[in-house]
């Protein structure tokens, strides 16, 4: 069929059928309707049996143009090598989703150089997620859909009102062809072959001395299968960004915490961190006294889902234990489409809280002393007659480009708090503290110049652990790749249903038979979409079942047969 749309208005052709514009084989007799066509000898094109598509009509609106750009097959060809391209841009350096806990807009330039922060700014670090790149894969789908519709609806059209009388010039032009004399009676002659061609499958109509046999038309459904499961199987991809369907990241556990599962009602706990290493004698022999190999790291978890107060910071939310599992590698723990996968592990003790004590510097005197935990801690502590109030957390403690203080991580890495203290012998307002539990924080940061400035130089007051004792440490801490992907079960689907449109078209061929007795002049003509050596072996098997001896190679027309 011509790939160029054809500029004639609706046909009428000689056997009195009403053609629709962009028809090349009369719809009901197959005789071809364009002049080059009808004077031509070659094998006709059966693709879509000649029947119209819409994306061949003669001037077309702006819809009809979009519809023509998606439903071409060279375009999509281009968008497929397009995404391809952008694909394996995506895999040059690591991808941002990789890492856990970086600073992306520093890391690629520090770990890569000037290429890798060139790869950063161009957004190649999250290539799967960029606009463009979902773009392409809506476009892949839209030209699926758009190129299925154009094609199968026609296709069924022709398939399912199929003459069983065909033009003379429609049945030489095909690559399986015979013309020969019988004796026979033409209605007897057809009679007779039909018998053959039902015991090999085929599905006979007959109409006088005209004969249509076909089987396996289902194979001709196949490669629309294929467009259907790739379809489902894009949608899934592309639900996957939305949210509550789909998450994929790395979490800290330290030991004995239980700990929020970010963006869900599930909390986690780490009630035991276990590791085993090879001994020496263990350790294959390349291996020694270079590094410490671990054999087995397991996190025993407990995993709980909040069933009250879960959104309110201001009440402890209240938790139903639902699974609990030993996790290691390749073992997660699974619960209704959630996954904790083991994925790293880190033996350096953790702080978890503090219990500073508040005393008057001048003095010495200890007015008492509170429980503050890096995680979730109280909002507001006594110490005698002094209030202390808890303004912001920092997590992990740093300074941005202004200066200004911020968490540059959500673990506890360098915790930092601003209190407000309330009291006798301080402004009505109160006096802001800053505080750094960890030593070698309040040196780093200079914790003593921070509070200095915030007391205008009147400051009595200060925070200090008086014993080890008042600190508490975890001993480890696990970290968990956690994931969720509500989205997978669709796309095994849709990838069983493009397996299912492989098998159909190959492993089946749709196969016709056209058969006309006139005037003593017997003229077969028959086509398939594949397989033609063993298509024509049959109907030579069929022939010789009513005494008609052929030799295969006087069927073929010139048509390539393959």
């Known amino acids: 069929m ?5 500029l004639f208005t609706n046909t009428k052709c000689e056997c009195g059928h009403q053609n629709p514009v962009g028809t090349v084989l009369c719809e009901a007799c197959g005789k071809p309707l364009e002049e080059k066509e009808a004077e031509s000898s070659e094998n006709l094109e059966m693709r879509y049996d000649g029947v119209a598509r819409r994306s061949q009509r003669v001037n077309p609106g702006i819809i009809d143009r979009v519809w023509n750009f998606f439903s071409s097959v060279k375009i999509a060809v281009y968008l497929i090598v397009l995404t391809l391209l952008g694909s394996m841009l995506g895999t040059i350096l690591p991808q941002e989703s990789t890492f856990l806990n970086i ?33 392409l894969l809506v476009m892949i789908g839209a030209s699926l859909v758009i190129c299925s519709l154009d094609r199968v609806l026609p296709l069924y059209k022709a398939l399912t009102r199929q003459k069983i009388r065909k033009h003379r010039q429609f049945l030489t032009r095909q690559k399986v062809v015979l013309v020969t004399e019988v004796q026979d009676d033409p209605e007897t002659w057809v009679e007779r072959v039909a018998g053959p061609l039902k015991k090999r499958g085929y599905r006979v109509k007959t109409d006088g001395g005209a004969l249509l046999a076909e089987k396996h038309r289902f194979s001709r459904w196949g490669p629309y299968v294929i467009h259907i499961g790739l379809i489902i199987f894009l949608l899934a991809v592309l639900a996957r960004g939305l949210p509550g369907l789909n998450m994929d990241q790395h979490l800290a556990f330290p030991q004995g915490e239980i700990t929020q599962i970010p963006d869900t009602t599930f909390y986690l706990e780490n009630k035991k961190f276990i590791v085993e290493f090879y001994t020496e ?8 006294g270079t590094k410490v190999l671990p054999k087995l790291y397991e996190t025993q978890a407990v995993l709980y889902e909040c069933t009250a107060d ?96 911020v968490s540059v991580s959500p673990y506890p890495n360098a915790p930092a708090f601003l209190f407000l203290i309330t009291g006798p012998d301080l402004p ?31 400051r009595f007051l200060e925070l200090e652990v008086g014993d080890m004792k008042d600190v508490d440490f975890s001993e ?47 003229t077969l003509g028959g086509h398939t979409n594949k397989n033609w050596f063993g298509f024509r072996r049959e109907i030579v098997g069929v022939l010789g079942k009513v005494d008609m001896a052929v030799d295969e190679k006087t069927l073929d027309n010139g048509g390539g047969l393959a």
């Open 310 to 405: 879960c959104g309110d910071p201001s009440k402890k939310p209240q938790l139903n234990e639902v699974a609990s599992h030993d996790i290691r590698v390749n073992s997660p723990l699974s619960y209704k489409g959630l996954k904790a996968y083991q994925f790293d592990y880190d033996l350096t003790p953790v702080l978890r809280s503090v219990q500073p004590e508040l005393k008057d510097s001048r003095t010495g005197e200890v007015y008492g002393k509170f429980k503050l935990t890096m995680k979730n801690p109280e909002r507001s502590f006594e110490a005698g007659p002094y209030t202390v109030t808890l303004k912001e957390k920092y997590m992990d403690f740093g300074l941005s480009d202004e200066g200004q203080p």
């Open 281 to 288: 004698e263990e350790m294959p022999e390349e291996f020694r």
């Open 428 to 458: 009505a307002e109160g006096q802001q503290y800053f505080y750094f539990p960890k030593q070698v924080d309040k040196t780093k940061f200079q914790q003593t110049a921070i509070n200095d400035k915030l007391g205008g130089g009147s």
């Open 2 to 6: 011509s790939s160029k749309a054809p």
């Open 103 to 135: 600073d992306a807009s520093t890391y690629y330039k520090q770990e890569y150089g000037t290429a890798g922060d060139i790869y950063y700014k161009l957004g190649l670090s999250h290539t799967y997620e960029s606009w463009w790149f979902v773009t």
């Open 476 to 522: 480890s801490t696990t970290y968990l790749n956690v994931r969720v992907d509500r989205a997978m079960p669709f796309i095994w689907v849709g990838a069983a249903i493009v397996m299912l449109g492989l098998v159909l078209g190959f492993y089946w061929q749709h196969r016709r038979v056209w058969l006309t007795v006139d005037d003593g002049v017997l």
